[in-house]
């Protein structure tokens, strides 16, 4: 995908609805294709730098692993041992990387963080996460659906929890995709003002239906998708315990799941908390997708990798 070659993607705001359905349609295509070839040649000798101040199991490994299967090397670059943890700035960090790296990822809380490196460095930057968007995961949520559902369009989608970074995300894409999309969640965890001016604009643009409502129950009626995320992001974990009493009524299990349609799709972006936001059947259940979806960061993210890089 030679027009996206050097992008960035700090929010996936910026990419058009034709964009994500081709790197889409070439995540599945690089998934099919690692059945016969493991080692899909097209990022040889080319290094990803990856820095991580905060904790991942799915980012790094499919990170890490995708570059390796696209004939690459990744490298995992910890604040605790990096100058940039003590103090180093980030412009400083971001010059110098892109002198020995084709592509910076980074997983950080601030977004302007990561807005500061990619305004600074010369190669593609990758938002791993921040505290306001989520948008590998969102690619391959698509993925996920698009292979469960065959078909992305028309579809409804229901996010139910906190209005944080992956249900911004989550958002963005399926409205992209000209899905119907719907959030519920308790008052005062609403998303960003900011953010859901731009996801409305979103979904003016693709002439997609978009609902924010404080009913769990409204939010899934006739849903082909529900979505949820834990209750305290990190960074929020000294809210753990107001937050749970915030969130009852907005659990995943099989009472709400009654609401939706009868072939729905559970998703979960993992990690979960069986017991809190979604009950071990609807998780461990015949409508859960949760390690498809895991497994499809892998997929979604090399097809990203060889295109901007
Ligand atoms: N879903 C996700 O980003 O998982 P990790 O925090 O394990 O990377
Ligand atoms: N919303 C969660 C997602 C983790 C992948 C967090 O930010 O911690």
């Known amino acids: ?3 996206l070659k050097n992008r960035d993607v700090l929010t996936l705001l910026d990419f058009t609805a034709e964009e994500m359905h081709d790197l889409i349609h070439l995540a599945e295509s690089l998934k099919e294709d ?9 990022l040889e000798g080319k290094s990803l730098g990856m820095i991580f101040e905060n904790a991942s199991t799915r980012t790094r490994v499919s990170f890490e692993t995708g570059m ?4 690459g090397h990744a ?3 910890s604040p605790r041992d990096m100058q ?19 592509g910076i990822m980074i997983r950080t809380n601030s977004h302007e963080t990561v807005e500061e490196l990619a305004a600074h460095a010369d190669v593609p930057v990758i938002n791993a996460l921040t505290d306001s968007y989520h948008p590998c995961q969102a690619l391959a949520d698509l993925l996920t659906i698009k292979e469960h559902k065959g078909k992305l369009k028309g579809l409804k989608a229901a ?3 906190d209005g944080n970074n992956v249900a911004h995300s ?3 894409a399926c409205l992209k995709a000209g899905m119907e999309a719907s959030l519920a969640v308790p008052k005062g965890y609403e998303p960003d003002e900011e953010i859901w001016k731009e996801i409305e604009k979103t979904a003016e643009h693709h002439q997609a239906s978009l609902t924010l409502t404080h009913s769990p129950q409204e939010a899934v009626q006739g849903a082909d998708v529900i979505y949820t995320d834990v209750w305290a992001s990190m960074g929020f974990e000294e809210e753990q315990g107001a937050r749970e009493k915030d969130f009852s009524g907005f659990q995943i299990n099989e009472t709400l799941c009654a609401d939706a349609d009868s072939s729905f799709i559970f998703m979960h972006c993992l990690p979960a908390h069986r017991g809190e936001e979604v009950s071990a059947g609807i998780i461990d259940g015949i409508h859960s997708v949760v390690y498809d979806e895991a497994e499809n960061r892998l997929h979604a993210q090399k097809a990203l990798l060889a295109s901007i890089m």
């Open 1 to 3: 995908l030679n027009n």
């Open 34 to 42: 690692k059945k016969s070839r493991p080692v899909y040649p097209l």
């Open 68 to 71: 390796t299967q696209l004939g």
């Open 75 to 77: 490298l995992f670059l």
């Open 84 to 102: 940039i943890g003590r103090g180093e700035p980030v412009k400083d960090t971001a010059n110098v990387l892109s002198r020995y790296v084709d």
């Open 159 to 161: 996010f139910v929890g």
């Open 170 to 172: 989550f958002l963005i």
